[in-house]
């Protein structure tokens, strides 16, 4: 069973094939959290608002995509969202990215509106007291503060965000699991072929929750 792991030439075309499929992994996990933190801070801070056209919105965003399967969310932008409906067919990679940014977003907004309500009200109240409006307060008092206790579980979603893109490999984007695959079929070798994916994604998952604690324990979160 073991054998292959020992065969050199089967070592050589794992290192041939499988690091276009980390960076890819990393690229569509990276440009998703991107606008997914971008989408999260604005649905996150309209949670945060009073004025119900603003917030129920907000609000069932955060529901529907929490409440569907990350599976049907990529097959609806891929599949569901035609050339009948937006005038064009949207291709695999830029599904990818899109589908992160819109899951992450979600969980991104109740990262934002949880950190923002746990800064006690005394720092808005000084701010105010200050002469600084209410979005000056926010800017400059609450937000910064808000922004370090959201490192913590804005690393969580990483590496979860890191693993949903193994669920790409249905629209055949060429990331690990997708790779391993189609290399497991071609040398019928599952066992090993997986175990070697699995152990691609710890060595990007546990450097970075490594870094991640680092980082807190310097910014004292």
Known sequence: MFEAFMDSHYVRSFQAVFPEGILLTLGI???GLFFGFIIG????L????????????????VEIV????MLAQILFIYSGLT???IGFNIAALPTAIIAIAINAGAYIAEIVRGTVHSIDKGQREAGRALGLSERETMRHIVWPQAFK??????GNQFVI????????????IGELLYLGKQYYNITY??????IVVCLLYLCITIPASFYLRRLERKLDV
């Open 83 to 85: 050339e009948d409906i």
């Open 41 to 44: 801070a604005i649905v996150g």
């Open 149 to 154: 206790r959201m490192i913590p579980p804005l």
């Open 46 to 61: 309209g949670r945060l608002s009073k004025k119900k056209w603003v917030n129920i919105p907000a609000l069932w965003f």
């Open 29 to 31: 996990t990276l440009a």
């Open 189 to 194: 070798t599952p066992f090993q072929t997986l």
């Open 161 to 172: 965000s890191l693993k949903d893109t193994s669920l790409f490999s249905v629209i055949a």
């Open 66 to 69: 929490r409440g569907t399967p």
